[in-house]
T-cell receptor, first 115, second 112 residues
Framework: GAVVSQHPSWVICKSGTSVKIECRSL??????MFWYRQFPKQSLMLMAT?????????EQGVEKDKFLINHASLTLSTLTVTSAHPEDSSFYIC???????????FGPGTRLTVT | DAKTTQPPSMDCAEGRAANLPCNHS???????VYWYRQIHSQGPQYIIH???NNETNEMASLIITEDRKSSTLILPHATLRDTAVYYC?????????????FGKGTKLSVKP
């Protein structure tokens, strides 16, 4: 089956620093990838949609200058949390849309803790 | 995408069938019913989807009412590993690159 990986699986960083999270589709090409955020005991909330080779589309209320998304290839999208603050601590999950199967596949998530 | 309504929580005894209901009364004719689940601290896992007919795979069965306004996910023999939050989502399937909109889901607790 289609596999999506995320790296790192967890990260701790200090307030004010930047953190990059990678999302890879391992055995399929994904023209579209989605980034979600999930706070404790809450559901997944879509942050942005990224299309390969073009700028990401951000959901209302998500700061595009704070959450930088790059989708440079059909198998890799990155999310960079810039100048992280403790309130950015969350579970970040990506999903990739398979152009062959027309389905979305989710990564295992990345736990970010900002101290 | 249409909204869905699910009970916030359910309990099920290990080895028994777990029946998780979902209401989607405003579903459109070209929208499918999808089920995902999320085990604690993991990414969502696809379970099953259907349009009109009942569907079955190695994980579960999906029963959709004739008017398509509601559906039930059935885990035939629940195990402790099935404890998770289950999300019912309706969306257009093929040809759509739209995101999946997650509601609050049903937290299923399988008890020994």
């Amino acid at each position: 089956g289609a596999v999506v990986s995320q790296h790192p699986s967890w990260v701790i960083c200090k307030s004010g620093t930047s953190v990059k999270i990678e999302c890879r589709s391992l055995d399929f090409q994904a023209t579209t990838m989605f980034w979600y955020r999930q706070f404790p005991k809450q559901s997944l909330m879509l942050m942005a949609t990224s299309n390969e080779g073009s700028k990401a589309t951000y959901e209302q209320g998500v700061e595009k200058d704070k959450f930088l998304i790059n989708h440079a290839s059909l198998t890799l999208s990155t999310l960079t949390v810039t100048s992280a603050h403790p309130e950015d601590s969350s579970f970040y999950i990506c999903s990739a849309y398979g152009t062959a199967s027309y389905e979305q596949y989710f990564g295992p998530g990345t736990r970010l803790t900002v101290t | 995408d249409a909204k869905t309504t699910q009970p916030p929580s359910m309990d099920c005894a290990e080895g028994r069938a777990a029946n998780l209901p979902c209401n989607h009364s405003t579903i459109s004719g070209n929208e499918y019913v999808y089920w995902y689940r999320q085990i604690h601290s993991q990414g969502p896992q696809y379970i099953i989807h259907g349009l009109k007919n009942n569907e079955t795979n190695e994980m579960a069965s999906l029963i959709i009412t004739e008017d398509r306004k509601s559906s039930t996910l059935i885990l035939p023999h629940a195990t402790l590993r099935d404890t998770a939050v289950y999300y019912c989502i309706v969306r257009v399937a093929r040809g759509s690159q739209g995101n999946l909109i997650f509601g609050k889901g049903t937290k299923l607790s399988v008890k020994p």
